[in-house]
């Protein structure tokens, strides 16, 4: 089963490419200046998928708690045209992760969006961190996507959870889902 899994995420991870490379065509990416700061705001249209499609097709899956936020700015918009882009890095400290398959203390995941030496990239459609929040990440890695060679959270927002009073809270459950249901959900 295993191999079976490993296989079917290599083929997916590739299809991902491909349409993630495809869908940069589709973003909407629109800079505004300000006397105090360039504004870019990235929009797009994704596909929903189900927190198991999103655990299935995942790398990893991973449990911790963000320990470091790093925001930094790419102005030559090496991924995004000519535009300056502001990426977050979000450093976990991993207390488990539910694949088995990832062995480090830490992770580091690259979100799209931050204000940083006077630039500001919005994105509705990724993830955003805040110090010392428990959360359940969705893993992805493709050296080809707009996140560049870096990890990733797969399927943006719907691939971070909040863990928060024993409850997971993220897209698929706005309102919260029992810790050990939503764990026993993504490990069938």
């Known amino acids: 089963m295993i191999y079976i899994r ?31 700061r360039v504004v870019t705001t990235v929009d797009g249209l994704q596909d929903p998928f189900s927190v198991e499609e999103i655990a299935d097709r995942s790398l990893y899956i991973i449990k911790g708690t963000v320990k470091d936020i790093k ?46 030496e006077g630039y500001e990239t919005q994105s509705f459609m990724h993830p955003k961190f805040e110090q010392n929040e428990q959360v359940v990440l969705f893993v992805g890695y493709e050296p080809e996507s707009e996140m560049g060679d870096n990890y990733f959270v797969y399927g943006n927002n719907m691939g971070k959870y909040l863990l928060k009073d024993g409850v997971a809270i993220g897209s698929d459950y706005p309102e919260g889902l029992n810790e050990t249901q939503f764990f026993s959900n993504i490990r069938q």
Do not use: C, Q, W
Not at 11 to 31: E, K, N
Not at 108 to 114: A, I, N, S, W
């Open 6 to 36: 490993r296989k079917n995420s290599i083929v997916f991870t590739s299809i991902m490419a491909i349409i993630a490379i495809i869908s940069i065509a589709s973003l909407s990416i629109d800079t505004t200046y300000t006397s105090h």
């Open 71 to 116: 925001v930094f700015v790419d102005e030559k918009g090496e991924r995004f045209g000519d535009k300056p882009i502001v990426f977050t890095d979000a450093v976990i400290a991993v207390e488990e992760d539910l694949t088995g398959k990832y062995t480090e203390k830490e992770i580091t995941v690259r979100t799209l969006g931050g204000i940083s």
